[in-house]
């Protein structure tokens, strides 16, 4: 948490506008030291075996990074699979503006504050419009130097990255009528027809590569992953690392770091997940994970 390079990483990210909100503008000189870190929470850095059953194609997809995308063959490779996010910076920016939300819409009930909302007819809503893009400029740098410095040192190629948690402009049928809407994907991630995507379990639970189905009833949407079932509170409650360390054992898996609160049991079982959207995604290729590293919260796997 909060670590920072002494050399800078450099990213075309940094030559765009950070001035288009007093947040980023602020913040600017701090996301460039943290650019090319991972974070706290749910991000974590995995590898695995990456298994793939058929002739899966990545041409023609937006997200497809090799540098020639072509037909990945059958069979079982070893493979990176990483989570990160905008960092501080980004935090501050989704504080700032939900604050600011809220304090505009004090009719709502307490249960509801947090549904408070930005008009896009407003300066506050477009500082925030374009403050948010920023940060998913942002995380997607994060994402990219990573993997570049990874896969640099190993040779091997950068395969996919998959944006989530994240607001699009898009067209969709609306109450049979075509329409310009945001879609707020918060859990969830992009599945129109042919998109690639990624949808992962936990530290001791396969992940997935996928392809969407653009299923217009989910806004060609799809889960971002498993989805806890309780809070980091309770989880730090329910759970032992003693316990904890068993089932990885028995998984095959190495973990290096982590908090109680990202052990597999605050997870949704992934694989019902899956099932429960077999009408949203095709599933390309499965992860299993073998060696993680996340964020530790203070206390260690090893105690």
């Known amino acids: 948490m909060g ?36 974070g706290s929470g749910n991000h974590f850095v995995e590898f695995g075996a990456f298994k793939v059953a058929q002739a899966s194609s990545l041409l023609g997809n937006d997200d497809c990074k090799l540098e020639a995308c072509a037909t990945l063959p059958p069979g079982e490779y070893v493979a990176l699979l990483t989570h990160s996010g905008s960092r501080g910076t980004g935090a501050q920016v989704c504080q700032h503006y939900s604050r600011l939300a809220m304090e505009r819409h004090p009719e709502l009930p307490k249960e509801q504050k947090h549904l408070a909302w930005l008009s896009l007819d ?58 310009a ?4 994907r918060k859990g969830a991630t992009p599945a129109g027809v042919g998109v690639l995507g990624i949808i992962p379990g936990t ?63 605050v997870y949704k079982d992934i694989d019902a997940v899956m099932a429960a959207q077999t009408d949203l995604v095709e599933v390309l290729g499965q992860f299993d994970p073998k060696l993680v590293k996340m964020c530790p919260a203070g206390e260690r796997a090893e105690d």
């Open 3 to 38: 670590c920072t390079f002494q050399q800078r990483r450099e990213h075309e990210v940094m030559d765009e506008d950070w001035s288009v909100s007093p947040v980023t503008q602020r913040l600017r000189d701090k996301a460039w030291s943290q650019l090319g870190t991972s």
């Open 122 to 179: 407003e300066e506050a809503g477009q500082e925030y419009w374009n403050a948010m893009n920023l940060m998913g400029h942002y995380a997607a740098a994060n994402h990219a130097l990573i993997h570049k410095h990874i896969a640099r040192s190993l040779g091997a190629r950068v395969v996919l990255e998959n944006h989530h948690n994240f607001a699009w402009k898009e067209r969709h049928l609306i109450a049979g009528e075509e329409r």
């Open 181 to 184: 809407v945001i879609v707020h």
């Open 203 to 265: 530290m001791a639970s396969p992940g997935f590569l996928v392809r969407g189905k653009g299923q217009t009833e989910s806004l060609a949407s799809a889960s971002h992953g498993a989805g806890r079932v309780m809070s980091r509170t309770k989880a730090k409650q329910s759970f032992t690392w003693s316990a904890v360390k068993k089932l990885l054992a028995e998984r095959g898996v190495t973990l290096l770091s982590a908090g109680l609160d990202e052990v597999p049991g």
